[in-house]
């Protein structure tokens, strides 16, 4: 069993950067391939990023592509998505996720979620 806390939420400006951290429970954390996702109002859950075990391979939704980085630091237990160059359609709720081994871009691939930290970027 996994306990998932983001935090690093908050309101920016566009154009501003935030970076979004998981803490992790456990002494398994290397085990799980990790994901970040994002769900705005009225619309389904959304992938952002994923990262594999040793950090080795990362995936992102196209939207993101070259202002989100994500990483991982698993003698911290910890995740992290650094977002540059925000803009309003960045505002949403993001969570953290956990899956075994494999990486995935599918919410329903992924058995422990955090309880999501509030992005919203004002325009």
């Known amino acids: 069993q996994v306990q998932l806390v983001e935090s690093g939420g908050g309101l920016v400006q566009a154009g501003g950067s935030l970076t979004l951290s998981c803490q992790a429970s456990?002494?398994?954390?290397?085990?799980?391939?990790m994901g970040w996702f994002r769900q705005a109002p009225g619309k389904e859950r959304e992938f952002v990023s994923t990262?594999?075990?040793?950090?080795?391979?990362?995936s992102y939704t196209d939207s993101v592509k070259g202002r989100f980085t994500i990483s991982r630091d698993n003698a911290k237990n910890t995740l992290y998505l650094q977002m540059n160059s925000l803009n309003p359609e960045d505002t949403a709720v993001y969570y953290c996720?956990?899956?075994?081994?494999?990486?995935?871009?599918?919410?329903?691939?992924?058995?422990?979620w955090g309880q999501g930290t509030q992005v919203t970027v004002s325009s």
């Open positions: 990262i594999s075990r040793y950090g080795s391979t990362t």
């Open positions: 996720a956990a899956r075994p081994f494999a990486i995935g871009d599918r919410p329903e691939e992924y058995n422990h």
């Open positions: 456990g002494r398994t954390f290397s085990t799980y391939a």
